[in-house]
């Protein structure tokens, strides 16, 4: 038997279920398979940080949901680069309310030099309107976007993740405002 076969029958001895990433983000903002072990597989690499990389299902096997998120961060020391299409099995973690497969879950490269995902388009219509509508996003997480029609602005965290404020013009810097601004107001 090969190697693929072999999995096959341990995932199943082991009763790890076997689902696409749509499924592990759900349509909410936590997953439903939150501290469960699950496997992903034929999933592209989309970007490799120094932590790990974030992958996506391909364009053609996309669920065609709009409430789910169709990609997901694994917290890896695997190498792998962009295009590489894998197999994921482990532990599904909410962090700092982002789903990710933390800790060095088993990753295997089934082939490489694969496309990326088409990005997801993001205009000023599909954004929350307020800071309460965070959950909206979520959709979003871990995916490629573009944007039309918008400019992205933002700050990054000490993680180098950047938030981005969708509008037609930078909102943090009123016109006529110098630096740094007056007291009292």
Same mark, same amino acid.
Request: proline share 8%.
């Given at each position: 038997?090969?190697?693929?076969?072999?999995?096959?029958?341990?995932?199943?001895?082991?009763? #790890?279920?076997?689902?696409?990433?749509?499924?592990?983000?759900?349509?909410?903002?936590?997953?439903?398979?939150?501290?469960?072990?699950?496997?992903?597989?034929?999933?592209? #690499?989309?970007?490799?940080?120094?932590?790990?990389?974030?992958?996506?299902?391909?364009?053609?096997?996309?669920?065609?949901?709009?409430?789910?998120?169709?990609?997901?961060? #694994?917290? !890896?020391?695997?190498?792998?680069?962009?295009?590489?299409?894998?197999? $994921?099995?482990?532990?599904?973690?909410?962090?700092?309310?982002?789903?990710?497969?933390?800790?060095?879950?088993? $990753?295997?490269?089934?082939?490489?030099?694969?496309?990326?995902?088409?990005?997801? $388009?993001?205009?000023? !219509?599909?954004?929350?309107?307020?800071?309460?509508?965070?959950?909206?996003?979520?959709?979003?997480?871990?995916?490629?976007? !573009?944007?039309?029609?918008?400019?992205?602005?933002?700050?990054?965290?000490?993680?180098?993740?950047?938030?981005? $404020?969708?509008?037609? !013009?930078?909102?943090?810097?009123?016109?006529?405002?110098?630096?740094?601004?007056?007291?009292?107001?």
């Amino acid at each position: 038997a090969g190697l693929a076969e072999e999995r096959e029958v341990c995932r199943r001895w082991h009763d #790890v279920p076997l689902l696409a990433i749509s499924e592990i983000q759900g349509a909410t903002d936590t997953s439903p398979y939150d501290g469960m072990t699950v496997e992903t597989t034929g999933n592209i #690499v989309t970007v490799v940080t120094p932590d790990g990389f974030y992958m996506q299902a391909p364009t053609v096997t996309r669920d065609g949901d709009p409430a789910t998120s169709e990609g997901i961060f #694994v917290f !890896s020391d695997a190498v792998v680069a962009v295009g590489d299409m894998v197999d $994921v099995t482990g532990l599904v973690d909410e962090y700092f309310g982002l789903t990710e497969f933390p800790d060095n879950p088993e $990753v295997n490269v089934t082939s490489s030099g694969n496309a990326r995902p088409d990005a997801t $388009v993001l205009d000023l !219509s599909q954004t929350p309107t307020t800071p309460s509508d965070p959950p909206y996003m979520e959709r979003f997480e871990g995916m490629l976007l !573009s944007f039309t029609n918008a400019t992205a602005a933002g700050p990054t965290d000490q993680f180098g993740t950047t938030g981005l $404020v969708l509008t037609t !013009s930078l909102p943090f810097r009123e016109a006529g405002i110098e630096y740094p601004g007056m007291m009292g107001l």
